[in-house]
């Protein structure tokens, strides 16, 4: 049920690089604190609280970009509609469709097949309605599972540090697991993109892990 929920709200992409994110930051201060403080400076609880709050603060900025993101893409698609429907002639209209939806990256068409294509999207937004596009319910929903992602993830490396007494080795479990994470974020990636899962999985917690010893030293 919960997985449903998330494909229905949000695309495989954006779920995947919100889990990313928080684990990267839930690391980050995991990894931080081990190299960075005193075995008698570390207090479990303390670090918990810190590394959930950190979590939940991003995860509100997240899903509140989330929302601009949304309406600016739906207002910048609007203006392009307008200038569309603006256009001097039949060359000039298809050239903006061109422009806007490049077919660079998508697999290899027939020229035939792409001209259908782009005298479709032509015709349809030559009749579509311009008005300025509005935040739905959906994208409030949608930005508040941003917002729970990017949280959630702060739990795996906070149960240690509540669990365990000794502070260097809630740590070091913190860490292991959400390297772990990481490695399963980008082994369930594979299935989204048709790479070899473990070798993705892999190449996902080798970049994941790289960020945060990076990320570390320049004060993130």
Known sequence: MIVRLFRRYLDPSETL???????IMALTITVGARLLSERADIVGLELAVALLGCNLAWGVIDGAFYLLETRFNRNRRVLFTRRLQAAA????????????FDLTDEPPMRAEDKARLYGSLLEM?????????????DDWIAAILVAVLVTATAIPGLLPLLIFKDGFVALRVANVLQIGLLFLAGYWWSHYSGSNPWRTGLAIAALGTALVLLAVPLGG
């Open 89 to 100: 002639n039949q060359e000039e209209a298809l050239a903006a469709i061109r422009d806007e």
């Open 125 to 137: 937004f030559r009749h579509a309605a311009a008005t300025r596009g509005r935040l739905r319910s």
């Open 17 to 23: 690089l919100e889990v990313l994110f928080g684990l």
